[in-house]
């Protein structure tokens, strides 16, 4: 199926965009919430026009591909149609492009992806029918209640984390996905021997996320400090973009231990 687009809306993944109590829906502000009781607000949701073929995607394969968010353990075989398979959960996929390559490589994988930017996620179905995929489900919702409520602890072959918001202003820092609580969340929702692949052009977070994945107990390195790339990620647009700039990339794959 390929879906003709119209406008172009591959705008750079979402970079550190000011955060406001008004951005916070759920009241999680910088204003002093309980240590214990903070909870991770990760994003803001970003403007973006969604294109007609984004929409059309919408129209034609969400009702294929969306998995509707509800506070309900998911039956994951019944939500990839009934093939059982090794899932993995991917947090933030932007506008698609490295998860449909690495679903068409991975064909055996089922993948569950979640984005919470609409015309990423018209883009991903858009290019699920063109690329002919049946091994992505999309849940457009935030990572951190899927997890929280959809997934069950231990089911998980892998997680991919690829470019988070960096968050780099100090204030803010807060607000990034690798930090400890939600490290151990993620582990626990792995099976032995299930990994975490992270992957950011940010030293300061890269140096954060080796910091917390190193001392969470569940995981271990797979490699003395960063990790070369894994082949089945590839250099998608964005990242070529900052490689020429000089930027540096940085990648990390902690298992889960036995
Ligand atoms: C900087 S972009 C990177 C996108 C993509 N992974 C890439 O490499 O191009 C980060 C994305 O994560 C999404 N995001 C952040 N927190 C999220 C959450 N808790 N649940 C779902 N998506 C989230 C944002 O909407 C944004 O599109």
């Not at 970079?15 to 909870?39: C, F, I, V």
């Not at 290019?127 to 919702?141: D, F, K, M, T």
Request: hydrophobic share 35%; proline share 9%.
């Amino acid at each position: 199926m390929n879906i003709p687009d119209t406008v172009s809306n591959d705008l750079p993944p979402g970079d550190d965009a000011p955060a406001s109590p008004e951005d916070d829906a759920n009241g999680a502000t910088d204003s002093k919430p309980h240590p214990l009781h903070r909870r991770l607000k990760s994003f803001v949701k970003r403007a973006g026009r969604t294109t007609d073929g984004q929409a059309r995607a919408f129209a034609e394969l969400g009702p294929l591909f969306l998995i509707p968010y509800t506070p309900e353990p998911l039956d994951l075989t019944a939500a990839f149609g009934g093939r059982a398979g090794p899932t993995v959960l991917e947090i933030g996929f932007g506008m698609g492009e490295a998860t449909a390559h690495i679903a068409t490589v991975l064909p055996e994988t089922n993948f569950l992806c979640c984005e919470v930017h609409e015309p990423g996620v018209g883009a991903l179905l858009k290019r699920i029918g063109e690329q002919q995929l049946s091994n992505i489900r999309i849940c457009a919702h935030d990572a951190v209640d899927v997890l929280d409520h959809m997934l069950q602890p231990g089911t998980l072959a892998g997680v991919h984390v690829f470019f988070p918001d960096p968050w780099h202003k100090k204030r803010h820092n807060k607000r990034r996905l690798i930090q400890p609580e939600f490290v151990t969340k993620l582990a626990q929702h792995l099976r032995p021997g299930g990994y975490i692949h992270c992957a950011t052009d940010w030293q300061p977070y890269a140096e954060q996320m080796l910091e917390v994945l190193a001392a969470e107990p569940l995981l271990r390195n797979t490699a003395e400090g960063y990790a070369p790339k894994p082949e089945y990620r590839p250099l998608t647009k964005f990242e070529n973009r900052g490689i020429k700039l000089g930027h540096g990339v940085w990648d990390l794959v902690f298992e889960k231990r036995a």
